[in-house]
């Protein structure tokens, strides 16, 4: 027969090890953002500060797939930068592997005078 210490040890760790990839899932499989609006990542769109759209798809890209069992891998692209106006939103483009296309809406979530927080569909 098992030792009940024994059991409640392994069923206590598989326990504990299971929280923790369920946080750090949870973690890197975020899709929001918050960005400086400095003079390195900021353009203007229609006379608005606007986050370029090379960080925007940069951003989006590495936590679109961050980890192997989250998202599909794929190469973002964006049309034009994201304006820092709160409800804003943006399509980009990932392109998967096999060369299919998915669309990734974009929406400014809140903005100060420094930066930009916005999230992204995955």
Known sequence: MLDTKFVVGVVGGATAVLV???LGTHRFSGTESTTELDQFDTVMVDGHKALAPDIVAGRTQ???HPLPWVGVKVSVSCP???KAITGTTLTCTGKRNDGTTIDIPVTVTKVTDSHITWKFQR
């Open 62 to 64: 590495s936590k679109y």
């Open 80 to 82: 034009t930068g994201l």
């Open 20 to 22: 923790l990839g369920g």
